[in-house]
């Protein structure tokens, strides 16, 4: 049941990003993100300090370049998250949000290179802090990179808002058949070899304890839900 006040104190927020993009008209939806920034923003009047990771789905993904060499592929892929991290902070502080965007890649004229006690120091001052780059390195998705950020700045939990409402047994999209889980622990899904996040990213959380929510972005109040308290989408945990 949502409550009146936030059940997290501090999350670590992934963003999808096929779930900000355009359909049509360009790489982004710029209207939906400021829809984004003003649940956000609703979050933060709550006292929740939030931490974001955006993807680059919308863009480009390391297996992206089938004949590429995978390192510079997702160097590629590295630089994409960086576009959408700049394109969602400039639209939050249009928005009144306080935003800096700290990248894994040294890109000083763009941002500040991530360092865990200036990204604490920023979200304890209520900043939204946006990690882009991932984690610096090849041959990891955003996913790893959110759950170890989590970790990193103690987070409660990670929020992960994708163009699906949940974890499911197989792709609801071409199996009707596929059965929707409410709560699943990390055993389960790598017993089950399940899609919604890369394997490294759930070893991690359940070798460090990381709780994780996974829900849709079709609504973007569905963030201000969860952090509420509502139920919806999959509760990822240990035993």
């Known amino acids: 049941m949502e409550t009146e006040k936030p059940v997290y104190k501090r999350v670590l927020l992934k963003l999808s990003g096929e779930a900000i993009s355009a359909s049509k008209d360009g790489i982004l939806n710029f209207n939906y ?3 984004i920034a003003s649940v956000i923003k609703s ?5 929740v300090q939030i931490g974001i990771i955006v993807g680059a789905g919308n863009i480009w993904r390391g297996r992206s370049g089938e004949n590429m060499d995978r390192v510079k592929a997702d160097h590629m892929g590295m630089i994409a998250t960086c576009i959408n991290a700049l394109a969602v902070q400039e639209s939050f502080i249009r928005n009144g949000i306080d935003t800096i965007v700290m990248t894994a890649v040294e890109m000083k004229a763009f941002a500040k290179p991530f360092v865990r006690d200036d990204a604490i120091e920023a979200l304890k001052a209520g900043k939204v802090v946006i990690f882009g780059a991932g984690l610096g390195i090849p041959f990891v998705s ?3 990179a959110a759950v170890v950020r989590a970790a990193e700045i103690d987070a409660d939990i990670v929020l992960m808002a994708k163009n699906i409402d949940a974890i499911y047994s197989a792709d609801p999209r071409k199996d009707p058949t596929a059965e929707k889980f409410s709560d699943i622990t990390y055993k389960e899904i790598l017993a089950r070899g399940l899609a919604a996040m890369d394997s490294t990213a759930t070893s991690f959380a359940m070798d460090n304890n990381i709780p994780i ?3 849709g972005l079709n609504e973007c109040e569905n963030i201000y839900k969860v952090i509420m308290g509502a139920k919806m989408g999959t ?3 240990g035993e």
């Not at 979050?43 to 006292?47: A, D, M, N, R, T």
């Open 213 to 215: 929510h996974v829900f």
């Open 142 to 144: 955003t996913d790893t």
């Open 235 to 237: 509760v990822v945990k």
């Open 43 to 47: 979050c933060l009047e709550k006292g």
């Open 33 to 35: 993100i400021e829809k």
